[in-house]
């Protein structure tokens, strides 16, 4: 079947331009988690959303990023006024359910480029 | 803080040896440990995950968990160029932030013809 999507897999834009990525987990996952991949570093974890439960926001770096996941499905992550330290691989992962033992997939990434 | 630490790499090995990446982790609470493959310009492909101590064998690869001393490694048997990528390890965070998974920097193979 078919995997998680994530678009656009490439966005450049100007420092304090506000950009928008979505993510469109594997049909019937449930939870739904976005990390940050940045050059020379380890996955960081972002946000994690579980159904309708209030999602763990606890990875966010700074007030500029947000997320939300409407229907239980598509999620899109904002970040307002980029700088350039936000240069990075996003990539989003599904998994069937919540809980340590569920297996997360990735996504194909979209890779950000703040001029 | 949690850690994850994998033994920095780059680690070569000649087609048809054995590969061995090693991964130590610092939250004595984690109960779920995989590895990815990551290949360059690519996002991480799950290839094993374990739960138990002991082996866990599919195909080429092995996973060995020992929650005693921490560790978790992936054997891959009868290297092949294309295992050439990043691996890696992952595991969860203990308690009731589960979901989280905490990555280690990655250790770059390359498996010579």
């Known amino acids: 079947g078919a995997g998680v999507s994530q678009s656009p897999s490439n966005k450049v834009t100007e420092k304090g331009k506000d950009v928008e990525l979505r993510c469109d987990p594997i049909?019937?996952?449930?939870?739904l988690y976005w990390y940050r991949q940045s050059l020379g570093q380890g996955l960081e974890f972002l946000i994690y959303?579980?159904?309708?439960?209030?999602?763990?926001k606890s990875g966010l770096p700074s007030d500029r990023f947000s997320a939300e996941r409407t229907g239980g499905s598509v999620s899109t992550l904002t970040i307002q006024r980029t700088q350039q330290e936000d240069s990075a691989v996003y990539l989003c992962?599904?998994?069937?359910?919540?809980?340590?033992?569920?297996?997360?997939?990735f996504g194909p990434g979209t890779r950000l480029t703040v001029l | 803080q949690k850690e994850v630490e994998q033994n920095s790499g780059p680690l070569s090995v000649p087609e048809g040896a054995i590969a061995s990446l090693n991964c130590t982790y610092s939250d004595r609470g984690s109960q779920s440990f995989f590895w990815y493959r990551q290949y360059s310009g690519k996002s991480p492909e799950l290839i094993m995950s374990?739960?138990?101590?002991g082996d866990k064998e599919d195909g080429r690869f092995t996973a060995q968990l020992n929650k005693a001393s921490q560790y978790v490694s992936l054997l891959i048997r009868d290297s092949q160029p294309s295992d050439s990528a990043t691996y890696l390890c992952a595991v969860n965070e203990g308690g009731g932030s589960n979901y989280k998974l905490t990555f280690g920097k990655g250790t770059l193979l390359t498996v010579n013809p």
């Open positions: 992962a599904s998994s069937l359910n919540s809980g340590g033992a569920n297996e997360q997939f």
């Open positions: 049909s019937g996952h449930t939870a």
């Open positions: 374990i739960y138990s101590n």
């Open positions: 959303f579980q159904g309708n439960s209030a999602p763990d």
